[in-house]
């Protein structure tokens, strides 16, 4: 089973908005990372956070790490339509696995 | 970033027949490739993992002698769907990773079996 929960599933806002889109995981990780995906389109990595880090920053976005709630957001602010896209955590299990698991997403939509 | 190509981009192919997609890291050597495939509106299922020069290792649930993979060399891994059906129709992702813990995903190829 996937082991990244994403909510909401479907998140619409008005551009200039801020957007946070939340992830909870199962097990333990050595890192969650965020990607971004457009329709029909490949993933583009966007950030990754480590297992010993609780926030981090990538210009207007923020991404923090609980790992005692095994939870974890994106915080993406001043949105812009551009931004419009799927968004998906996932992670990789603790034990050196190379393996990725991603959530189901987040659709969002930012309308200008 | 790393870049990460993937062809064709759409491919569309009639039931029996086989389909190779590949995947070609384009500025990196990829000690391993990975295979996804995605349903619409949904998340990315991984089938296969691909390190160069070895078989691949696949997912339960993945039929390795229908997904066939061949990572040939640190840029260039292959998925080969074999006697396509229309349920092989998906829309399939690679990624490609070296030393960090950053996978680079390829645009995707869209396969729609007639």
């Known amino acids: 089973s996937q082991q990244g929960e994403e909510d909401p599933q479907a998140l619409s806002i008005q551009e200039g908005e801020n957007a946070t889109m939340n992830c909870s995981y199962k097990t333990s990780i050595n890192n969650l990372q965020w990607y971004r995906q457009n329709s029909g389109r490949g993933l583009v990595h966007l950030i990754l956070?480590?297992?010993?880090?609780r926030e981090k920053h990538s210009g207007r976005l923020r991404v923090t790490l609980d790992t005692s709630k095994k939870s974890s957001s994106l915080l993406i602010t001043a949105s812009r339509a551009a931004d419009t896209a799927s968004y998906f955590c996932a992670t990789d299990a603790q034990g050196g696995s190379e393996k990725l698991v991603f959530g189901k997403g987040t659709k969002l939509t930012v309308n200008p | 970033g790393a870049v990460v190509s993937q062809h064709p981009s759409r491919v569309i192919c009639k039931s029996g027949t086989s389909v190779k997609i590949e995947c070609r890291s384009l500025d990196f050597q990829a000690t391993t490739m990975f295979w996804y495939r995605q349903f619409p509106k949904q998340s990315l299922m991984l089938m296969a993992t691909s390190n160069e020069g070895s078989k691949a290792t696949y997912e339960q649930g993945v039929e390795k002698d229908k997904f066939l993979i061949n990572h040939a060399s640190l840029t260039l891994s292959t998925l080969t769907v074999t006697s396509a059906h229309p349920e092989d129709s998906s829309f399939y992702i690679c990624s490609a990773r070296w030393s960090t813990d950053t996978q680079y995903f390829g645009p995707g190829t869209r396969l729609t079996v007639l």
């Open positions: 956070i480590r297992s010993n880090e």
